[in-house]
């Protein structure tokens, strides 16, 4: 929280490349807090409604491994939710994400039951709720050339 409460939309724009690139790479070491970083990356693009978010956070949320994603899960989809109609393109990547998270329990990957009940729950209303908005925040973009 420390890094997306202080950065401003500016600080945002100036460091996009690197910003997209930490919510996107998966920390190739310490599984158990790898994501901290990649959370506050993504929080500091929905903060100020950078549209490049949303995609960031479906693709966060299908890379960010099993250990913590019961609650992490729920995180990102609050924020992509927050979006409105303007997530409504990503539905059938959030729909395909349920799918992953049922396969990972199907293949042993992920405990089933209530632990995974709550990363589908998570994306389901995060679903219901995009499909339900007539309206969407006003979104920044990050110019294409600072990405």
Do not use: C, W
Not at 7 to 23: F, G, N, R
Not at 36 to 52: D, Q, S, V
Request: proline residues 5%; glycine residues 10%; aromatic residues 8%.
């Amino acid at each position: 929280e420390f890094f997306d409460r202080r950065i401003s939309a500016e600080d945002v724009v100036a460091l996009a490349p690197d910003i997209l690139a930490a919510v996107k790479t998966p920390s190739p070491a310490d599984t158990m807090f790898g994501n901290e970083i990649r959370m506050g990356g993504f929080k500091a693009l929905t903060k100020y409604r950078f549209k490049e978010g949303i995609e960031a956070g479906v693709n966060f949320a299908k890379t960010q491994g099993g250990h913590g994603s019961e609650n992490r899960t729920g995180e990102i989809m609050k924020e992509i939710a927050g979006y409105g109609a303007a997530a409504k393109p990503f539905i059938p990547a959030l729909q395909e994400l349920i799918d992953m998270f049922n396969n990972q329990v199907k293949q042993r990957e992920y405990p089933g039951g209530e632990l995974n009940q709550r990363r589908v729950g998570a994306v389901e209303d995060a679903i219901k709720s995009i499909n339900a908005a007539t309206t969407q925040p006003e979104m920044k973009s990050i110019p294409a050339t600072t990405r």
